[in-house]
């Protein structure tokens, strides 16, 4: 399994921006597709945004298209989100996850068999 550990998150205004980093470790980046998911208190783990692990292939949940950016750097071995006009209902921990699972990766969580620790976002209003 890969190691992921989750950075960059924090409190920000309405119509601010951050940028989520997830540093991966154990095995070869470059195998897995990614992805961030997020969790509001209450509420189920939900699809953020992926990229594959072959031409960067990426897919977005569509509260967040338009807004956030997922890109990766294999040599660095680390994902990034970037989230910009943030929302209050942006709000939440969110979590790095990796599976090898399909060619071009997925949204469900149930497919991703390493998950970092999550990072806190608060968006104020």
């Known amino acids: 399994q890969v190691q992921l550990v989750e950075s960059g998150g924090g409190l920000v205004q309405a119509g601010g921006s951050l940028r989520l980093s997830c540093a991966a470790s154990?095995?070869?980046?470059?195998?897995?597709?990614m992805g961030w998911f997020r969790q509001a208190p209450g509420k189920e783990r939900e699809f953020v945004a992926a990229?594959?692990?072959?031409?960067?292939?990426?897919s977005y949940a569509d509260s967040v298209k338009g807004r956030f950016t997922i890109s990766r750097d294999n040599a660095k071995n680390t994902v990034y989100l970037e989230m910009n006009s943030l929302k209050v209902e942006d709000t939440g921990v969110y979590y790095c996850?990796?599976?090898?699972?399909?060619?071009?990766?997925?949204?469900?969580?149930?497919?991703?068999?390493?998950w970092g620790q999550g990072t806190q976002v608060t968006v104020s209003s």
């Open positions: 154990g095995r070869t980046f470059s195998r897995y597709h």
């Open positions: 996850a990796a599976t090898e699972k399909g060619l071009y990766g997925s949204s469900r969580p149930a497919d991703f068999g390493s």
């Open positions: 990229i594959a692990r072959i031409r960067g292939t990426t």
